[in-house]
Structure formats: C-alpha cells, structure tokens
C-alpha cells in the first residue's frame, strides 16, 4: 500500500464515520484537493505581493516572484476541473448555477460602477471584484444546496 | 416530471444511501429526484429504470 493509498483510506474512514456515501466521500475528497489548490494559490498571491511591494526580493528574483502565482494558476484549475467532473449531476448543476448567478451578479456590479465612474465615483479594482465575485459564488451556492437538498 | 422512485425503492427494500450507491450518484440526489426537485439526466434515468427493470415511461411521468 502507498502512502496515497493510506491517505485516502484515512480520510475515507473519517467521511465514513461522519455520515457520507460513496460519492459523497469522493466528492468531499475532491473538494479538499481543489480548497488545497485554493490555499496554496492564494498564499502564493499573497507572498509575492508583499515581497514585491515591501521590496524584499533582489532584481534578479523579480520576475520569477511576479510570474509564480500565475505559473502555479494551471495547478488551481486542474484541481477545480477534477472537483467538477468528479461530481455527480445534481452536484455539477448546483455547481454551475452558481457560477452563473456570481458572474451575472458580478457583472451587473461592474457595469453599475463603471456607470457611476462617469460621475467622479471611483471605479472599482480588479482585486475588489474578484472578491465581490468569491462572496457572491458562495452565497448562490449555499442558495443552490438548499434548493435542492431542504 | 413525476417519478415513482421513492415507491420503487420500497418495493425493492432499498434506503437511499443505498440506492445512490448503485447508480453511483449521492444521496442528495435520490433525494432531490424523488422530492421532485430534480429531473435526473436521460442516462441517470435509463440507469435507474434498467434498476427496477420497468420501462422509462412507468418511472418517469411528464406532466403538462
């Protein structure tokens, strides 16, 4: 047995005895990949901003800080891709919804901001709408499960 | 749609955990199909049809 055999059958076991079905506890074990691949992204993001602006980094190493967190983006993507296609089809549809509720929502904000940028209010940032669009992702989603599971 | 999966399932004995371990979704999704929240994809419909070895139109009801 590999250590990613003992691994999984760890976690399994711990799913196992929290209630989860087979799917479920594939889906749960998936879901903890893609949060991990959240993580290790977001703790990047944020470590080379703040080596970036506090100046921490030699001219040499300034390039390859400013393009890490955008060479580990593919890492971020597979491990949502692989959360997505292992789902099963309630899931996935859930899943979906509430990508097209947050952009929507998203978008909707954006175009109000950009209305009212004409009239000396000042326009948003991109960090502030990624955020506005992670909160609104969460919010369909909570809104989607119990949709469908109450 | 109408459904007569939860009837089904009694017949035949079978919790939804149980049965979602057989069509090989979760058990939300038993869930939702027989609350009728849910219409199951065409496969997921076959799958479960072939299941309780009835045709498709006695599980599943359109309703106008």
Redesign the interface.
């Known amino acids: 047995m590999n250590a990613k055999e003992t691994n999984q059958n760890w976690l399994d076991s711990l799913l196992i005895k929290m209630g989860g ?4 506890i594939k ?1 749960m074990r998936l879901a903890f990949t893609y949060a991990a691949g959240c993580l290790l992204w977001a703790a990047i993001s944020a470590i080379s901003d703040v080596a970036l602006e506090n100046r921490m980094v030699t001219e040499r190493w300034i390039w390859p800080v400013v393009i890490l967190p955008i060479a580990i983006t593919p890492v971020f993507f597979y491990a949502y891709y692989r959360f997505y296609t292992g789902m ?4 996935r ?1 859930i899943q979906g919804a509430a990508m097209i509720m947050a952009f929507g929502a998203t978008i909707f904000i954006l175009a109000t901001y950009m209305s009212l940028a004409n009239v000396g209010i000042a326009e948003p940032g991109v960090n502030e709408m990624l955020s506005f669009m992670a909160v609104a992702y969460s919010l369909a989603l909570i809104f989607q499960t119990i ?3 109450k | 749609m109408k459904n007569i999966l939860k009837i089904l399932r009694a017949q035949h004995d079978l919790s939804q ?1 149980a049965l ?2 057989q069509l ?6 038993i ?2 199909i027989e609350k009728g ?2 219409d ?2 065409l496969p ?1 419909a076959f799958k479960i049809a072939r299941l309780f070895e009835r045709p498709i139109e006695d599980v599943f009801q359109y309703k106008d």
Do not use: C, F, I, M
């Open positions: 079905d087979r799917q479920g889906e099963d089809e309630l899931a549809k949709r469908y599971h | 955990a979602a371990e090989g979704v979760s058990r939300q999704t869930n939702a929240k849910y199951p994809s997921l």
